[in-house]
Protein backbone atom coordinates (compact mmCIF):
# COMPACT_ATOMS: atom_id res chain seq x y z
CA UNK A 1 0.00 0.00 0.00
CA UNK A 2 0.66 3.65 -0.55
CA UNK A 3 2.30 4.64 2.82
CA UNK A 4 1.90 8.35 2.23
CA UNK A 5 -1.72 8.32 2.22
CA UNK A 6 -1.86 6.86 5.75
CA UNK A 7 -3.97 9.44 7.84
CA UNK A 8 -4.16 7.46 10.94
CA UNK A 9 -4.12 4.15 12.54
CA UNK A 10 -7.91 3.53 12.00
CA UNK A 11 -7.43 1.40 8.63
CA UNK A 12 -5.74 -1.38 10.38
CA UNK A 13 -9.14 -2.67 11.37
CA UNK A 14 -9.92 -3.34 8.32
CA UNK A 15 -7.08 -5.65 7.58
CA UNK A 16 -6.67 -9.35 8.09
CA UNK A 17 -3.51 -10.73 9.39
CA UNK A 18 -1.82 -11.15 5.63
CA UNK A 19 -2.05 -7.97 4.96
CA UNK A 20 -0.95 -6.85 8.44
CA UNK A 21 2.18 -8.85 7.55
CA UNK A 22 2.79 -7.30 4.34
CA UNK A 23 2.38 -3.98 5.95
CA UNK A 24 5.06 -4.63 8.45
CA UNK A 25 7.06 -6.01 5.53
CA UNK A 26 6.55 -2.57 3.67
CA UNK A 27 7.22 -0.33 6.54
CA UNK A 28 10.49 -2.18 7.31
CA UNK A 29 11.50 -1.37 3.69
CA UNK A 30 10.23 1.41 3.99
CA UNK A 31 12.18 2.90 6.91
CA UNK A 32 15.77 1.18 5.80
CA UNK A 33 15.68 3.33 2.63
CA UNK A 34 14.46 6.52 4.25
CA UNK A 35 17.48 6.58 6.48
CA UNK A 36 19.43 5.46 4.65
CA UNK A 37 18.99 9.06 3.23
CA UNK A 38 18.95 10.88 6.08
CA UNK A 39 20.67 8.87 8.79
CA UNK A 40 18.50 8.19 11.92
CA UNK A 41 17.74 5.06 14.93
CA UNK A 42 17.91 2.21 12.39
CA UNK A 43 18.04 -1.17 14.36
CA UNK A 44 15.06 -0.24 17.24
CA UNK A 45 12.90 0.90 14.47
CA UNK A 46 13.11 -2.22 12.48
CA UNK A 47 12.77 -4.27 15.57
CA UNK A 48 9.52 -2.91 17.01
CA UNK A 49 7.14 -2.83 13.47
CA UNK A 50 4.73 -5.94 14.38
CA UNK A 51 4.63 -4.29 17.80
CA UNK A 52 3.71 -1.25 16.83
CA UNK A 53 1.15 -2.30 14.08
CA UNK A 54 -0.67 -4.50 16.80
CA UNK A 55 -0.79 -2.04 20.01
CA UNK A 56 -2.36 -0.21 17.61
CA UNK A 57 -4.52 -2.40 15.81
CA UNK A 58 -5.85 -3.18 19.40
CA UNK A 59 -5.73 0.35 20.83
CA UNK A 60 -7.55 3.56 20.06
CA UNK A 61 -4.86 5.89 19.84
CA UNK A 62 -4.95 9.19 20.66
CA UNK A 63 -7.78 8.25 23.31
CA UNK A 64 -5.57 5.57 24.45
CA UNK A 65 -2.16 6.72 25.34
CA UNK A 66 0.65 4.62 23.73
CA UNK A 67 4.27 6.39 23.93
CA UNK A 68 7.32 5.20 23.74
CA UNK A 69 10.44 5.23 26.02
CA UNK A 70 12.98 7.37 24.82
CA UNK A 71 11.14 8.06 21.53
CA UNK A 72 14.47 7.26 19.11
CA UNK A 73 12.30 3.95 18.16
CA UNK A 74 8.34 5.61 16.70
CA UNK A 75 9.24 5.90 13.63
CA UNK A 76 6.67 2.99 12.86
CA UNK A 77 4.37 5.29 14.90
CA UNK A 78 5.03 8.25 13.13
CA UNK A 79 4.22 6.03 9.77
CA UNK A 80 1.09 4.65 11.25
CA UNK A 81 0.12 7.97 12.49
CA UNK A 82 -0.06 9.88 8.87
CA UNK A 83 3.41 11.36 8.97
CA UNK A 84 5.43 8.96 6.34
CA UNK A 85 5.46 11.40 3.59
CA UNK A 86 7.16 14.24 6.05
CA UNK A 87 9.94 11.17 6.34
CA UNK A 88 12.63 12.75 3.38
CA UNK A 89 12.76 15.37 5.83
CA UNK A 90 13.46 12.65 9.07
CA UNK A 91 15.60 14.68 11.28
CA UNK A 92 16.23 17.63 9.34
CA UNK A 93 16.06 21.23 9.42
CA UNK A 94 12.70 22.15 10.27
CA UNK A 95 11.54 18.79 9.48
CA UNK A 96 10.36 15.76 11.03
CA UNK A 97 11.83 14.93 14.32
CA UNK A 98 13.86 12.01 15.18
CA UNK A 99 11.73 11.21 18.62
CA UNK A 100 8.23 12.35 19.29
CA UNK A 101 7.26 15.19 19.35
CA UNK A 102 3.62 16.60 21.03
CA UNK A 103 3.50 19.65 18.58
CA UNK A 104 3.82 16.96 15.59
CA UNK A 105 0.76 15.30 16.40
CA UNK A 106 -2.07 14.51 18.77
CA UNK A 107 -0.95 10.76 18.42
CA UNK A 108 2.27 11.94 20.59
CA UNK A 109 1.59 12.09 23.88
CA UNK A 110 4.78 12.50 25.30
CA UNK A 111 8.34 13.57 24.76
CA UNK A 112 11.70 12.45 25.62
CA UNK A 113 15.27 12.62 24.41
CA UNK A 114 16.63 9.80 27.41
CA UNK A 115 15.07 6.61 28.91
CA UNK A 116 13.56 5.40 31.79
CA UNK A 117 10.89 8.71 32.02
CA UNK A 118 7.96 6.43 29.84
CA UNK A 119 6.82 4.58 33.08
CA UNK A 120 6.82 8.05 35.62
CA UNK A 121 4.57 9.51 33.05
CA UNK A 122 2.01 6.11 32.91
CA UNK A 123 1.62 6.03 36.39
CA UNK A 124 0.75 9.85 36.93
CA UNK A 125 -1.56 9.70 33.04
CA UNK A 126 -3.20 6.52 34.68
CA UNK A 127 -3.52 8.34 38.18
CA UNK A 128 -5.04 11.60 36.06
CA UNK A 129 -7.06 9.60 34.19
CA UNK A 130 -8.93 7.87 37.44
CA UNK A 131 -8.95 10.93 38.89
CA UNK A 132 -11.24 12.59 36.01
CA UNK A 133 -13.60 9.53 35.65
CA UNK A 134 -12.16 8.95 32.74
CA UNK A 135 -11.92 5.47 30.51
CA UNK A 136 -8.51 4.84 28.03
CA UNK A 137 -5.75 3.02 28.28
CA UNK A 138 -2.02 4.04 29.28
CA UNK A 139 0.21 2.33 27.63
CA UNK A 140 3.92 2.53 27.43
CA UNK A 141 6.71 0.79 25.18
CA UNK A 142 9.98 0.69 27.16
CA UNK A 143 13.32 -1.27 26.68
CA UNK A 144 14.85 -4.10 28.76
CA UNK A 145 17.97 -1.65 29.39
CA UNK A 146 15.49 0.87 30.43
CA UNK A 147 13.46 -0.92 32.15
CA UNK A 148 16.02 -0.75 35.15
CA UNK A 149 17.36 3.01 35.26
CA UNK A 150 16.39 4.31 38.83
CA UNK A 151 13.23 6.16 37.49
CA UNK A 152 11.41 3.29 35.80
CA UNK A 153 12.31 1.27 39.30
CA UNK A 154 11.30 4.25 41.17
CA UNK A 155 8.17 3.92 39.00
CA UNK A 156 7.57 0.24 39.37
CA UNK A 157 7.43 0.74 43.09
CA UNK A 158 4.76 3.54 42.83
CA UNK A 159 2.60 1.85 40.23
CA UNK A 160 3.00 -1.41 42.58
CA UNK A 161 0.98 0.50 45.66
CA UNK A 162 -1.88 2.12 43.16
CA UNK A 163 -5.11 0.42 42.01
CA UNK A 164 -4.18 2.33 39.08
CA UNK A 165 -4.19 0.38 35.63
CA UNK A 166 -1.08 0.48 33.22
CA UNK A 167 -0.24 -1.89 30.46
CA UNK A 168 3.27 -2.04 30.35
CA UNK A 169 5.24 -3.03 27.04
CA UNK A 170 8.58 -4.41 27.70
CA UNK A 171 10.16 -4.92 24.38
CA UNK A 172 13.41 -7.15 25.36
CA UNK A 173 16.17 -7.24 22.29
CA UNK A 174 18.97 -8.37 24.63
CA UNK A 175 20.27 -4.14 23.90
CA UNK A 176 20.12 -0.95 25.20
CA UNK A 177 22.47 0.79 22.26
CA UNK A 178 24.76 -2.48 22.41
CA UNK A 179 24.41 -5.14 23.97
CA UNK A 180 22.25 -5.09 27.43
CA UNK A 181 24.34 -5.90 30.62
CA UNK A 182 23.58 -6.46 34.15
CA UNK A 183 21.22 -8.57 36.57
CA UNK A 184 18.11 -7.68 34.90
CA UNK A 185 19.34 -8.91 31.74
CA UNK A 186 20.22 -12.00 33.41
CA UNK A 187 16.89 -12.52 34.91
CA UNK A 188 15.02 -11.45 31.78
CA UNK A 189 17.70 -14.21 29.65
CA UNK A 190 16.33 -16.91 32.35
CA UNK A 191 12.43 -16.30 31.37
CA UNK A 192 13.43 -16.63 27.39
CA UNK A 193 15.51 -20.23 28.11
CA UNK A 194 13.59 -21.90 30.32
CA UNK A 195 12.38 -25.21 28.37
CA UNK A 196 10.20 -26.82 30.50
CA UNK A 197 8.10 -23.50 31.50
CA UNK A 198 8.02 -22.47 27.81
CA UNK A 199 7.15 -26.34 26.96
CA UNK A 200 3.91 -25.80 29.09
CA UNK A 201 3.40 -22.34 28.10
CA UNK A 202 3.12 -23.07 24.37
CA UNK A 203 0.22 -25.89 25.07
CA UNK A 204 -1.22 -23.62 27.50
CA UNK A 205 -1.01 -20.08 24.41
CA UNK A 206 -2.64 -23.14 22.11
CA UNK A 207 -5.80 -23.29 24.43
CA UNK A 208 -5.54 -19.25 24.03
CA UNK A 209 -6.25 -19.40 20.06
CA UNK A 210 -10.16 -20.31 20.74
CA UNK A 211 -10.72 -16.42 20.51
CA UNK A 212 -12.85 -15.90 23.69
CA UNK A 213 -13.51 -18.80 24.70
CA UNK A 214 -9.73 -18.72 25.04
CA UNK A 215 -10.04 -15.51 26.77
CA UNK A 216 -12.43 -17.31 29.53
CA UNK A 217 -9.81 -20.07 29.48
CA UNK A 218 -6.92 -17.52 30.57
CA UNK A 219 -8.92 -15.81 32.98
CA UNK A 220 -10.42 -19.21 34.74
CA UNK A 221 -6.92 -20.79 34.59
CA UNK A 222 -4.92 -17.82 35.54
CA UNK A 223 -3.64 -19.03 39.33
CA UNK A 224 -2.62 -22.84 37.86
CA UNK A 225 -0.73 -21.37 35.17
CA UNK A 226 0.53 -19.53 38.32
CA UNK A 227 1.12 -22.18 40.33
CA UNK A 228 2.75 -24.42 37.39
CA UNK A 229 4.93 -21.46 36.44
CA UNK A 230 6.08 -20.61 39.85
CA UNK A 231 7.30 -24.67 40.05
CA UNK A 232 9.94 -24.17 37.07
CA UNK A 233 10.73 -20.40 37.63
CA UNK A 234 11.42 -17.75 40.36
CA UNK A 235 8.49 -15.39 40.55
CA UNK A 236 8.65 -12.41 38.00
CA UNK A 237 10.02 -9.06 39.83
CA UNK A 238 6.64 -7.57 38.65
CA UNK A 239 4.61 -9.85 39.97
CA UNK A 240 6.43 -9.32 42.81
CA UNK A 241 5.85 -4.83 42.39
CA UNK A 242 1.97 -6.36 42.15
CA UNK A 243 1.21 -6.49 38.50
CA UNK A 244 0.19 -9.50 36.32
CA UNK A 245 2.38 -10.87 33.76
CA UNK A 246 2.41 -12.02 30.40
CA UNK A 247 4.87 -13.40 28.09
CA UNK A 248 7.68 -13.72 26.81
CA UNK A 249 5.51 -13.41 23.33
CA UNK A 250 7.12 -13.33 20.03
CA UNK A 251 7.61 -9.77 19.41
CA UNK A 252 7.52 -10.26 15.26
CA UNK A 253 4.04 -12.27 15.33
CA UNK A 254 1.19 -10.09 15.03
CA UNK A 255 -1.61 -12.64 15.48
CA UNK A 256 -0.16 -13.74 18.83
CA UNK A 257 0.64 -10.27 20.00
CA UNK A 258 -3.02 -8.96 18.92
CA UNK A 259 -4.07 -11.78 20.78
CA UNK A 260 -1.94 -11.06 24.17
CA UNK A 261 -2.50 -7.63 24.08
CA UNK A 262 -6.24 -7.89 23.87
CA UNK A 263 -6.09 -10.18 27.06
CA UNK A 264 -3.84 -7.21 28.98
CA UNK A 265 -7.02 -4.90 27.45
CA UNK A 266 -9.72 -6.59 29.73
CA UNK A 267 -7.51 -7.46 32.52
CA UNK A 268 -8.63 -5.24 35.39
CA UNK A 269 -5.15 -4.43 37.09
CA UNK A 270 -1.16 -3.62 35.97
CA UNK A 271 0.26 -5.78 33.66
CA UNK A 272 3.42 -6.33 31.83
CA UNK A 273 3.49 -7.81 28.28
CA UNK A 274 6.70 -9.20 28.12
CA UNK A 275 7.82 -9.22 23.90
CA UNK A 276 10.98 -10.72 22.95
CA UNK A 277 12.16 -8.64 19.44
CA UNK A 278 14.49 -8.53 17.29
CA UNK A 279 16.77 -5.36 16.66
CA UNK A 280 17.42 -4.64 13.45
CA UNK A 281 15.43 -7.26 12.23
CA UNK A 282 15.29 -7.46 8.62
CA UNK A 283 18.78 -5.73 7.59
CA UNK A 284 21.52 -8.10 8.06
CA UNK A 285 24.23 -5.52 8.42
CA UNK A 286 21.83 -4.48 12.01
CA UNK A 287 20.67 -7.90 12.53
CA UNK A 288 24.46 -9.12 12.85
CA UNK A 289 25.61 -5.76 14.64
CA UNK A 290 26.29 -6.48 18.40
CA UNK A 291 28.42 -3.40 19.07
CA UNK A 292 26.05 -0.72 18.30
CA UNK A 293 26.82 0.19 15.37
CA UNK A 294 23.21 0.52 13.40
CA UNK A 295 21.75 2.04 16.90
CA UNK A 296 22.01 5.23 15.07
CA UNK A 297 23.77 6.02 11.69
CA UNK A 298 24.55 8.51 9.21
CA UNK A 299 23.09 8.04 5.58
CA UNK A 300 24.63 4.63 3.89
CA UNK A 301 24.11 2.65 1.23
CA UNK A 302 21.68 0.09 1.32
CA UNK A 303 23.11 -2.95 -0.34
CA UNK A 304 27.06 -2.62 0.85
CA UNK A 305 25.76 -1.26 4.32
CA UNK A 306 28.80 1.63 4.01
CA UNK A 307 28.17 4.69 5.29
CA UNK A 308 27.77 7.63 2.91
CA UNK A 309 30.65 10.04 4.29
CA UNK A 310 34.23 9.11 5.59
CA UNK A 311 37.10 10.65 6.83
CA UNK A 312 40.42 10.42 7.60
CA UNK A 313 40.28 12.17 11.49
CA UNK A 314 39.45 10.66 14.51
CA UNK A 315 36.67 11.67 16.66
CA UNK A 316 37.38 13.21 19.82
CA UNK A 317 35.72 10.66 21.87
CA UNK A 318 38.10 8.05 20.48
CA UNK A 319 41.09 10.30 20.99
CA UNK A 320 40.20 10.65 24.90
CA UNK A 321 39.76 6.91 25.16
CA UNK A 322 43.27 6.39 23.31
CA UNK A 323 45.08 8.74 25.80
CA UNK A 324 43.21 6.72 28.54
CA UNK A 325 44.09 3.99 27.25
CA UNK A 326 47.80 5.13 26.99
CA UNK A 327 47.61 5.64 30.83
CA UNK A 328 46.03 2.71 31.36
CA UNK A 329 49.22 0.46 30.03
CA UNK A 330 51.31 2.24 32.63
CA UNK A 331 48.80 3.33 35.60
CA UNK A 332 46.92 -0.49 37.15
CA UNK A 333 44.99 1.78 39.40
CA UNK A 334 43.16 3.41 36.15
CA UNK A 335 39.91 2.27 35.85
CA UNK A 336 36.98 3.24 32.74
CA UNK A 337 33.38 3.52 33.77
CA UNK A 338 30.48 3.75 30.70
CA UNK A 339 26.48 4.02 31.46
CA UNK A 340 26.01 1.79 28.25
CA UNK A 341 27.77 4.30 25.84
CA UNK A 342 30.93 2.00 25.29
CA UNK A 343 30.69 2.28 21.88
CA UNK A 344 29.67 5.78 21.31
CA UNK A 345 32.31 7.35 24.02
CA UNK A 346 34.69 4.95 21.42
CA UNK A 347 35.68 2.97 24.75
CA UNK A 348 35.40 -0.71 23.05
CA UNK A 349 39.32 -1.06 23.19
CA UNK A 350 39.47 0.09 26.66
CA UNK A 351 37.10 -2.83 27.56
CA UNK A 352 38.60 -5.50 24.82
CA UNK A 353 42.75 -4.95 26.71
CA UNK A 354 41.13 -4.15 30.24
CA UNK A 355 37.75 -5.79 31.03
CA UNK A 356 38.62 -6.33 34.26
CA UNK A 357 38.89 -2.08 35.11
CA UNK A 358 36.70 -1.36 32.71
CA UNK A 359 32.49 -1.63 33.70
CA UNK A 360 29.33 -1.06 31.57
CA UNK A 361 26.96 0.09 34.39
CA UNK A 362 23.49 0.35 32.22
CA UNK A 363 21.71 3.42 31.53
CA UNK A 364 22.16 4.42 34.73
CA UNK A 365 24.28 7.65 35.08
CA UNK A 366 23.80 8.32 38.82
CA UNK A 367 25.07 5.27 39.63
CA UNK A 368 27.94 5.62 37.39
CA UNK A 369 29.17 9.22 39.01
CA UNK A 370 28.75 7.73 42.54
CA UNK A 371 30.48 4.21 41.34
CA UNK A 372 33.18 6.13 40.21
CA UNK A 373 33.03 7.64 43.67
CA UNK A 374 33.19 5.33 45.40
CA UNK A 375 36.01 3.75 43.18
CA UNK A 376 38.08 7.20 44.21
CA UNK A 377 37.59 6.72 47.65
CA UNK A 378 38.99 3.04 47.63
CA UNK A 379 42.06 4.72 45.72
CA UNK A 380 41.51 4.06 42.39
CA UNK A 381 41.90 6.54 39.69
CA UNK A 382 38.17 6.43 37.65
CA UNK A 383 37.83 7.72 33.70
CA UNK A 384 34.18 8.07 33.10
CA UNK A 385 32.52 9.36 29.84
CA UNK A 386 28.91 10.70 29.68
CA UNK A 387 27.18 12.46 26.69
CA UNK A 388 26.55 16.58 27.80
CA UNK A 389 22.58 15.89 27.66
CA UNK A 390 22.61 12.76 29.85
CA UNK A 391 24.74 14.34 32.78
CA UNK A 392 22.46 16.30 33.68
CA UNK A 393 20.98 13.38 35.22
CA UNK A 394 23.47 12.73 37.03
CA UNK A 395 24.07 16.38 38.72
CA UNK A 396 23.27 15.72 42.55
CA UNK A 397 25.96 13.03 42.29
CA UNK A 398 28.75 15.15 40.90
CA UNK A 399 27.74 17.52 43.31
CA UNK A 400 27.52 15.56 46.26
CA UNK A 401 29.37 12.55 46.07
CA UNK A 402 32.46 13.93 44.19
CA UNK A 403 32.91 17.03 44.53
CA UNK A 404 31.88 17.99 48.10
CA UNK A 405 34.31 15.45 48.97
CA UNK A 406 36.68 16.42 46.48
CA UNK A 407 37.22 12.95 45.42
CA UNK A 408 39.81 12.69 42.16
CA UNK A 409 38.38 11.25 39.01
CA UNK A 410 38.25 12.20 35.08
CA UNK A 411 35.22 12.93 33.52
CA UNK A 412 34.47 13.39 29.98
CA UNK A 413 31.44 15.46 28.99
CA UNK A 414 30.89 14.11 25.43
CA UNK A 415 28.84 15.85 22.82
CA UNK A 416 28.86 18.78 24.17
CA UNK A 417 27.52 21.59 22.00
CA UNK A 418 25.03 22.04 19.06
CA UNK A 419 25.24 18.47 18.28
CA UNK A 420 23.02 18.14 15.27
CA UNK A 421 19.92 16.16 13.77
CA UNK A 422 19.25 14.77 17.55
CA UNK A 423 17.77 18.00 18.24
CA UNK A 424 16.75 20.10 21.70
CA UNK A 425 16.79 16.82 23.77
CA UNK A 426 20.42 15.72 22.59
CA UNK A 427 21.96 19.22 22.48
CA UNK A 428 25.17 19.96 25.02
CA UNK A 429 24.28 23.63 25.88
CA UNK A 430 23.85 23.80 29.66
CA UNK A 431 26.63 21.53 30.94
CA UNK A 432 28.72 24.68 31.20
CA UNK A 433 25.80 26.60 33.32
CA UNK A 434 25.16 24.16 35.72
CA UNK A 435 28.78 22.01 36.65
CA UNK A 436 30.66 25.84 37.02
CA UNK A 437 28.80 26.68 39.91
CA UNK A 438 30.17 23.13 41.49
CA UNK A 439 33.09 23.68 44.28
CA UNK A 440 36.49 21.93 43.61
CA UNK A 441 35.95 21.18 40.21
CA UNK A 442 38.05 21.99 37.22
CA UNK A 443 36.68 22.19 33.86
CA UNK A 444 38.84 22.37 30.41
CA UNK A 445 37.95 22.81 26.62
CA UNK A 446 40.12 21.69 24.23
CA UNK A 447 40.71 23.79 20.46
CA UNK A 448 42.60 20.38 19.03
CA UNK A 449 43.95 16.95 19.77
CA UNK A 450 46.89 18.07 21.43
CA UNK A 451 45.63 20.25 24.50
CA UNK A 452 42.99 17.36 25.01
CA UNK A 453 45.74 14.29 25.15
CA UNK A 454 47.66 16.71 27.14
CA UNK A 455 45.14 17.79 29.86
CA UNK A 456 44.18 13.91 30.26
CA UNK A 457 47.81 13.98 31.19
CA UNK A 458 47.69 16.69 33.46
CA UNK A 459 44.81 14.80 35.53
CA UNK A 460 46.24 11.55 35.74
CA UNK A 461 49.49 12.97 36.53
CA UNK A 462 48.57 14.68 39.72
CA UNK A 463 45.34 13.05 40.11
CA UNK A 464 43.82 14.98 43.15
CA UNK A 465 40.51 16.93 41.93
CA UNK A 466 37.24 16.11 40.23
CA UNK A 467 38.66 16.74 36.74
CA UNK A 468 36.05 17.64 34.04
CA UNK A 469 36.89 17.53 29.85
CA UNK A 470 34.22 18.94 27.56
CA UNK A 471 34.43 17.80 24.05
CA UNK A 472 31.99 18.43 21.19
CA UNK A 473 31.00 15.89 18.30
CA UNK A 474 32.92 15.56 15.21
CA UNK A 475 36.37 14.45 14.33
CA UNK A 476 39.30 16.16 14.14
CA UNK A 477 43.43 15.77 12.78
CA UNK A 478 44.95 13.79 15.67
CA UNK A 479 48.20 14.88 17.39
CA UNK A 480 49.79 12.26 20.10
CA UNK A 481 51.72 13.98 22.63
CA UNK A 482 54.62 12.15 25.27
CA UNK A 483 52.40 10.98 28.47
CA UNK A 484 55.13 13.46 30.29
CA UNK A 485 53.14 16.70 28.98
CA UNK A 486 51.38 18.66 30.70
CA UNK A 487 49.41 21.70 31.65
CA UNK A 488 49.20 24.51 34.07
CA UNK A 489 45.90 24.55 35.70
CA UNK A 490 43.48 27.30 35.10
CA UNK A 491 45.63 29.05 32.46
CA UNK A 492 44.84 30.67 28.95
CA UNK A 493 46.80 31.35 26.04
CA UNK A 494 46.76 33.99 23.44
CA UNK A 495 46.25 32.30 19.93
CA UNK A 496 47.05 34.95 17.94
CA UNK A 497 47.58 38.75 18.75
CA UNK A 498 48.39 41.50 16.27
CA UNK A 499 51.22 43.88 16.87
CA UNK A 500 48.36 46.50 17.24
CA UNK A 501 45.42 44.20 17.51
CA UNK A 502 42.14 46.43 17.36
CA UNK A 503 39.54 43.85 19.21
CA UNK A 504 39.98 41.37 21.56
CA UNK A 505 37.79 37.66 21.26
CA UNK A 506 37.56 35.20 24.19
CA UNK A 507 36.76 31.44 23.32
CA UNK A 508 37.46 27.92 24.09
CA UNK A 509 37.15 24.43 22.50
CA UNK A 510 36.38 23.90 19.33
CA UNK A 511 35.35 27.82 18.35
CA UNK A 512 39.22 28.81 18.80
CA UNK A 513 40.42 27.11 15.40
CA UNK A 514 37.11 28.33 13.92
CA UNK A 515 37.50 31.79 14.98
CA UNK A 516 41.60 31.63 14.30
CA UNK A 517 40.82 30.60 10.66
CA UNK A 518 38.17 33.80 10.56
CA UNK A 519 40.75 36.14 11.91
CA UNK A 520 43.42 34.81 9.30
CA UNK A 521 41.45 34.45 6.30
CA UNK A 522 40.11 38.08 6.45
CA UNK A 523 44.10 39.59 7.35
CA UNK A 524 41.53 41.23 10.81
CA UNK A 525 43.63 42.87 13.95
CA UNK A 526 42.56 40.79 16.53
CA UNK A 527 44.15 39.22 19.32
CA UNK A 528 42.63 35.89 19.83
CA UNK A 529 42.16 34.26 23.55
CA UNK A 530 42.37 30.66 23.70
CA UNK A 531 40.19 30.68 27.18
CA UNK A 532 40.76 26.81 27.83
CA UNK A 533 40.00 26.43 31.54
CA UNK A 534 36.15 27.38 31.98
CA UNK A 535 37.24 26.28 35.78
CA UNK A 536 39.36 27.62 36.86
CA UNK A 537 39.38 30.92 35.09
CA UNK A 538 42.82 32.61 34.16
CA UNK A 539 42.27 35.10 36.59
CA UNK A 540 45.65 37.30 35.82
CA UNK A 541 45.05 37.34 32.02
CA UNK A 542 41.35 38.60 32.43
CA UNK A 543 42.13 41.30 35.23
CA UNK A 544 44.88 42.84 32.33
CA UNK A 545 42.12 42.28 29.48
CA UNK A 546 39.20 43.94 31.37
CA UNK A 547 41.11 46.10 33.57
CA UNK A 548 43.79 47.63 31.40
CA UNK A 549 42.46 47.12 27.91
CA UNK A 550 40.09 49.64 26.33
CA UNK A 551 39.81 48.04 22.80
CA UNK A 552 36.60 45.99 22.54
CA UNK A 553 35.93 42.83 23.42
CA UNK A 554 33.93 39.72 22.35
CA UNK A 555 32.90 36.87 24.43
CA UNK A 556 31.96 34.51 21.77
CA UNK A 557 29.90 30.99 22.92
CA UNK A 558 27.97 28.77 20.96
CA UNK A 559 26.45 27.60 24.30
CA UNK A 560 23.05 29.05 26.67
CA UNK A 561 24.50 32.55 27.66
CA UNK A 562 22.60 31.82 30.91
CA UNK A 563 25.28 30.63 33.05
CA UNK A 564 28.51 30.26 30.59
CA UNK A 565 31.82 31.93 30.52
CA UNK A 566 30.53 35.27 29.86
CA UNK A 567 28.18 35.06 32.74
CA UNK A 568 31.45 34.23 34.96
CA UNK A 569 33.45 37.06 33.43
CA UNK A 570 30.26 39.31 33.94
CA UNK A 571 29.93 38.57 38.07
CA UNK A 572 34.36 38.80 38.28
CA UNK A 573 34.36 42.37 36.37
CA UNK A 574 30.89 43.60 38.88
CA UNK A 575 33.11 41.78 41.68
CA UNK A 576 36.52 43.59 41.13
CA UNK A 577 34.43 46.95 40.19
CA UNK A 578 35.80 47.03 36.75
CA UNK A 579 33.98 49.45 35.12
CA UNK A 580 34.00 47.97 31.15
CA UNK A 581 31.24 46.51 29.05
CA UNK A 582 31.95 43.61 26.71
CA UNK A 583 29.72 41.62 23.69
CA UNK A 584 28.49 38.67 24.71
CA UNK A 585 27.54 36.68 21.55
CA UNK A 586 25.59 33.02 22.98
CA UNK A 587 22.83 31.20 22.73
CA UNK A 588 19.55 32.67 23.55
CA UNK A 589 17.20 31.66 26.15
CA UNK A 590 15.46 28.87 24.46
CA UNK A 591 15.62 25.17 22.94
CA UNK A 592 17.30 25.12 20.11
CA UNK A 593 16.42 23.31 17.28
CA UNK A 594 17.23 20.21 15.04
CA UNK A 595 18.91 20.41 11.76
CA UNK A 596 22.79 20.37 10.86
CA UNK A 597 24.91 22.14 12.87
CA UNK A 598 26.01 25.04 11.33
CA UNK A 599 22.38 25.53 10.23
CA UNK A 600 21.37 25.62 13.86
CA UNK A 601 24.78 28.08 14.67
CA UNK A 602 22.86 30.09 11.96
CA UNK A 603 19.06 30.12 13.05
CA UNK A 604 20.80 31.50 16.85
CA UNK A 605 23.04 33.84 15.04
CA UNK A 606 26.15 32.48 16.56
CA UNK A 607 27.81 30.99 13.39
CA UNK A 608 30.77 32.07 12.24
CA UNK A 609 29.49 34.76 9.70
CA UNK A 610 27.38 36.36 12.71
CA UNK A 611 30.75 36.61 14.77
CA UNK A 612 32.86 38.28 11.47
CA UNK A 613 29.84 40.71 11.02
CA UNK A 614 29.81 41.81 14.68
CA UNK A 615 33.97 42.09 14.16
CA UNK A 616 33.46 44.28 11.26
CA UNK A 617 31.02 46.58 13.17
CA UNK A 618 33.18 47.20 16.17
CA UNK A 619 36.35 47.17 14.03
CA UNK A 620 34.45 49.91 11.72
CA UNK A 621 32.65 52.09 14.58
CA UNK A 622 36.59 51.85 16.21
CA UNK A 623 37.95 53.52 13.03
CA UNK A 624 35.21 56.05 12.96
CA UNK A 625 35.86 56.97 16.08
Known sequence: MDLNKIKDPSFLMEMNIDELNELAYEIRQFIIQSVSKTGGHLSSNLGIVELTIALHYVFNSPKDKIFFDVGHQSYVHKILT??????????????LSGFQKRCESKHDVWEAGHSSTAL????????????NHEHFDVIPVIGDGAVVGGESLEALNHLGSTQNKVILILNDNQMSISKSTGAMNNFLNNIRISNTYNRMKDDYRTMLQKGKLGEGVYKATKYLKDFV?????????????????????????IEELIRVLNIAKTNKKSVVVHVVTEKGKGYSYAENDKEGKWHGTPPFNVKTGNVLTSTNKKSWSSIVSDQVFQWMKIDKDVTAITPAMMKGSAMDNLFKVFPERCFDVGIAEEHAMTFAAGLSISKKKPFISVYSSFIQRAYDQINHDIARMKLPCLCSIDRAGIVGEDGPTHHGVFDIGFLTPIPNIVYFAPKDAKELRTYVNTCFTNFNKPYFLRIPRGSIDDHPVDYHNTLKIGTWTIECREENYELTIICYGENVMRVKNMIEEN????????????KPIDYNMVHTIFKNDEKPIIVYETVLKTGSLGSILLTY?????????????????????????????????????????????????????
Request: with cysteine; glycine share 6%.
Open 82 to 95: GRAKQFPTLRQFNG
Open 573 to 625: CNENRILRSFEHIAIQDHFSKQGKVNEILEDEHVDIKSLLLKCEELLNGKKEN
Open 120 to 131: SAAVAMAIARDL
Open 523 to 534: HLPIRLINARFI
Open 229 to 253: KHGFLDDTIFEDFGMDYLGPIDGHN
